[in-house]
């Protein structure tokens, strides 16, 4: 304990892994003291994976343990401790009674719901809260503010130029390198009938001992969550990240832009990164992983399109998506503009479908708590947004069963580009499609019983008589969305007979689709 009265309780939260954490910016080892907290409120709000709860426990404790030897003191509840009173607010109130201190400082949350909590907590406690901005993040909200007063349309691209430009990533004096700000369209390949090439897998980290504990605790406590816990590999110390960006850059950064849209049965990752988790964790700065793909393509090691392409997922899409929640929160959570109701099927849970596509996708996350974005755009999004479930719903069900949700990334995805329920403010049209698209971009369809093709029968594709009958449900609210004119022609050519048939067919598979959901319960 601090050799003198505690001055400042310095807060660090589970997703806020760094070293130059703000709220630890000027702590002091014989003044302030750190809290961490491993709290059931955080674990079981939703039903969340096995492998994720036990991903954010394992990498705090290692983290706890990095701050000791520094000599900061640390006081850490863990979960399990009987002591322990299950949240943020209890927590603290207790660390606070137990120590003292002249304020509390925090580096601002990744979720309106947490800081929201400490606010209180401490108001309540009569103790000054102060939150400090994260300096992980490129861009401060009070900077996307900025970007966006005035404009009618918060378009990314805009918004990705200037971050670019600022930081000087993949730039020419004041030209992007190559001439070409966006090299989108190279990214569109699918393996073709050969399938992938031998792909080596990311670079995977057994569990020490630290690790292990956490995964015991997660199998003994939350036994009845969903998810697997039989395949942890993931990175969870400072070192284990920057390893696994070494590993991407030097093993898949070569073909990743090129076929990132693509998927293929019982290949999880591709020339996918599965560096989110540790971004998202602040184990790994975003401008050493931008450095580092910057560094491979002007070395020769990459294209320019596979390095610009994750430099765009980086700085641009990633601050962008953090900068439109915290301009809209609260109220954006209750945002539902096409008036989706349902509830989120079972089998998004256990995979428990025979839709191949599904089922393959689902699978990856009970093993692994991932899914790369395509999975989750337009096979796991695609289907709730054309069955109609509640766009929170499903965001729900993304913080419950991937390793790297956090609110502030979840939400503008999953509930703004993915189930369009902001009414198109950060996607201009809703990612909708038929399963022609899926059977384009993967091998699924080939080891399924249903015809991508066909919209009505025993063997039409849910995914193909869900789309005709989401744009005739719709027709009216996308009239003048100009990006869905195509679409709502080729509807208009059906003969009217036709869509009556599809419609009906679709409302069986609705009623069918939704008619269990996830029962699970955490302790």
């Known amino acids: 304990m601090a050799a003198q009265p505690v001055r400042n309780l310095n807060i660090v939260l589970g997703d806020q892994l760094d070293r130059a954490s703000t709220a630890l910016a000027d702590v002091h080892p014989q003044t302030d003291v750190v809290v961490m907290m491993e709290v059931d409120e955080e674990?079981?709000?939703?039903?969340?994976?096995?492998?994720?709860?036990?991903?954010?426990?394992?990498?705090?404790?290692?983290?706890?343990?990095?701050?000791?030897?520094?000599?900061?003191t640390v006081l850490y509840s863990e979960m399990d401790d009987p002591a322990n009173r299950g949240s943020f607010a209890s927590e603290l109130t207790r660390r606070v009674a137990e120590v003292g201190c002249e304020r509390l400082i925090v580096t601002k949350p990744g979720d309106h719901r947490v800081e929201t909590a400490l606010r209180e907590t401490a108001a309540g406690l009569g103790k000054p809260l102060e939150v400090r901005d994260d300096h992980h993040f490129i861009v401060q909200p009070k900077e996307f503010e900025a970007f966006a007063a005035g404009r009618?349309?918060?378009?990314?691209?805009?918004f990705y130029r200037q971050v670019r430009s600022r930081i000087g990533a993949l730039m020419d004096g004041d030209e992007p390198v190559g001439g070409a700000w966006n090299l989108d369209r190279e990214n569109r390949a699918s393996f073709g009938k050969g399938g992938p090439p031998e792909i080596a897998p990311p670079l995977g980290f057994a569990p020490d001992a630290t690790t292990q504990g956490a995964i015991d605790l997660v199998r003994k406590r939350f036994a009845n969550s969903p998810g697997s816990l039989d395949r942890f590999d993931y990175p969870v110390t400072r070192d284990q990240a920057r390893a696994a960006l070494a590993d991407f850059v030097d093993h898949r950064l070569e073909h990743f832009?090129?076929?990132?849209?693509?998927?293929?049965?019982?290949?999880?990752?591709?020339?996918?990164?599965?560096?989110?988790?540790?971004?998202?964790?602040?184990?790994?700065?975003?401008?050493?992983?931008?450095?580092?793909?910057?560094?491979?393509?002007?070395?020769?090691?990459?294209?320019?399109?596979?390095?610009?392409?994750?430099?765009?997922?980086i700085i641009g899409w990633r601050e962008y998506i953090r900068g439109v929640y915290w301009r809209e929160m609260?109220?954006?959570?209750?945002?539902?503009?096409?008036?989706?109701?349902?509830?989120?099927?079972?089998?998004?849970?256990?995979?428990?479908?025979?839709?191949?596509?599904?089922?393959?996708?689902?699978?990856?996350?009970?093993?692994?708590?991932?899914?790369?974005?395509i999975q989750r755009l337009m096979v796991l999004g695609l289907l709730n947004l054309l069955l109609g479930v509640n766009p929170y719903a499903v965001h729900r069900w993304h913080m419950s069963m991937f390793a790297d949700a956090v609110d502030w990334v979840s939400l503008p995805n999953v509930l703004g580009m993915s189930q369009y329920g902001d009414g198109?403010?950060?996607?201009?049209?809703?990612?909708?499609?038929?399963?022609?698209?899926?059977?384009?971009?993967?091998?699924?369809?080939?080891?399924?019983?249903?015809?991508?093709?066909?919209?009505?029968?025993?063997?039409?594709?849910?995914?193909?008589?869900?789309y005709w009958d989401f744009l005739a449900r719709h027709k009216g609210r996308f009239a003048a969305n100009r990006r869905m004119g195509m679409q709502l022609r080729n509807l208009e050519r059906k003969p009217e007979s036709e869509v009556r048939a599809i419609r009906r067919h679709a409302e069986r598979l609705r009623a069918a689709m939704t008619a269990e959901t996830w029962s699970g319960t955490v302790r």
């Open 43 to 72: 674990a079981s709000y939703v039903p969340q994976h096995r492998l994720r709860i036990a991903f954010f426990l394992a990498a705090m404790r290692h983290h706890r343990d990095a701050m000791r030897r520094r000599g900061l």
């Open 152 to 158: 009618k349309s918060l378009l990314m691209e805009t």
């Open 257 to 313: 832009d090129r076929f990132q849209d693509a998927m293929a049965l019982g290949r999880p990752f591709l020339y996918h990164g599965r560096l989110s988790c540790v971004l998202n964790l602040h184990l790994l700065d975003p401008r050493e992983a931008v450095a580092a793909a910057e560094e491979a393509c002007l070395a020769g090691r990459a294209p320019l399109n596979s390095a610009e392409g994750f430099v765009r997922q």
């Open 330 to 373: 609260p109220g954006y959570a209750e945002r539902n503009a096409l008036d989706a109701d349902l509830p989120a099927p079972k089998f998004l849970w256990t995979g428990e479908t025979d839709m191949a596509c599904v089922r393959a996708a689902v699978g990856q996350l009970v093993d692994h708590a991932y899914a790369h974005h």
């Open 424 to 466: 198109g403010l950060v996607g201009t049209k809703p990612y909708c499609a038929s399963g022609n698209y899926i059977d384009r971009m993967s091998d699924y369809c080939r080891s399924c019983r249903y015809d991508p093709k066909r919209a009505t029968g025993a063997n039409a594709c849910p995914f193909t008589s869900l």
